[in-house]
């Protein structure tokens, strides 16, 4: 019984740590999708993208008007670095969150993205964004 569940337990770790690279690789350009339309201030386009995580607990209204306000006072993302990046499976799904170190045309931020992956690819799930930079004030 023992060998059974020591041989159980190293299966789910080579699963699941098969699937954390290219979980992330795929939440990553997501990234680069999200900051693309953020540029462009397509905010429509990033809401109707997101999964029910967010839309259950945010309003679109909230939701875009965040997005607006990061686009007004920081501008156009000039360069994006991952800085950390987590994957985690459980009953309720698979998630893949990246960390960014993001530098924008006025000023610079830490963000944190988490994608839900779904029968369509990753969806964004949750977001975060952190700054000290007087511009996003």
């Known amino acids: ?3 059974a569940a020591i041989a159980l337990a190293a299966g789910v770790l080579a699963v699941s740590g098969c699937a954390g690279p290219s979980s992330v690789k795929d939440a990553r350009g997501q990234v680069d999708t999200f900051h693309g339309f953020l540029d462009k201030g397509d905010f429509e386009t990033i809401w109707n993208e997101t999964t029910q995580d ?3 607990t945010t309003s679109k209204e909230s939701f875009t008007g965040l997005l607006t306000a990061i ?3 920081l501008g156009t993302v000039r360069e994006t670095k991952q800085v950390g990046w987590k994957v985690n499976t459980d009953t309720t799904g698979t998630f893949a ?4 170190q993001t530098t924008f045309e006025r000023g610079s931020a830490q963000e944190e993205f988490v994608y839900r992956k779904t029968d369509a690819g990753y969806k964004l799930a949750g977001y975060q964004i952190k ?3 007087p511009a996003a004030k």
Not at 97 to 100: A, D, E, L, P, W
């Open 1 to 3: 019984m023992r060998n």
């Open 54 to 56: 967010i839309k259950a």
């Open 131 to 133: 700054t000290d930079d």
């Open 97 to 100: 969150s990246v960390t960014m």
């Open 71 to 73: 686009h007004s006072r």
